[in-house]
């Protein structure tokens, strides 16, 4: 999954939500010089990576794409899934999605010196051009497809990834609501059994 899931499946605990937001740059044991809550949020991460990655519903939504992007099909479809995610907030959220990233964004800034050195780094863009909100619409998703892109200078050919979720928008955002459903028991499950270690 992409940004705004992690978020949102970290529950309440902001620290567990920072561990989960920073945790792809987090290797091996690396996790335990953070404090305890962020442990958590980044073994989250990780958890929930490896139920997305193996999950027969992902899998088709990877296949549609896998043709044309080859290994790069898993990184679009978590900012596809993102997208749905966004676009469809209020079927899991009764917090308005912009006040929520506010918030969100407010406690990176107020743990900045938490944050690993490309977060840091990052972080003043990500808030500046509202990446979190901008998932909501197409535009937002092929600008994020380009810049992702631009990451892997142009080999991906990510940012056309968008003509797909156009063309297969009903399917893509059909198997994101089955599949996020069953993620959501998935992480409140492990995020308890790792709390209670």
């Known amino acids: 999954m992409n940004f705004l899931a992690h978020i949102y499946l970290s529950g309440t605990n902001d620290a567990i939500t920072i561990g989960n937001f920073i945790a792809d740059g987090i290797r091996g044991n690396k996790y335990q010089n953070y404090p305890k809550a962020m442990q958590t949020g ?42 749905f995610l966004a676009k469809n907030w209020s079927n899991y959220s009764k917090i308005p999605l912009s006040d929520y990233i506010d918030d969100f964004y407010r406690t990176l800034q107020n743990n900045f010196e938490l944050l690993p050195a490309r977060i840091q780094k990052m972080m003043p863009y990500m808030i500046a051009d509202n990446w979190l909100l901008s998932y909501a619409s197409i535009e937002g998703i092929a600008k994020v497809l380009v810049g992702m892109n631009k990451r892997t200078q142009n080999r991906s050919q990510m940012n056309l990834a968008v003509n797909e979720l156009q063309e297969f928008y009903n399917e893509f955002e059909d198997e994101f609501t089955r599949f996020f459903d069953e993620l959501i028991r998935f992480s409140a499950k492990k995020l308890k059994e790792i709390e209670n270690r």
Do not use: C, E, M, W
Not at 47 to 75: C, E, M, P, W
């Open 42 to 83: 980044i073994l989250l991460h990780r958890q929930i990576d490896t139920f997305t990655d193996a999950h027969k519903t992902v899998r088709i939504s990877k296949k549609r794409l896998h043709k044309n992007y080859g290994h790069y099909s898993g990184v679009i479809v978590d900012i596809l899934y993102d997208h």
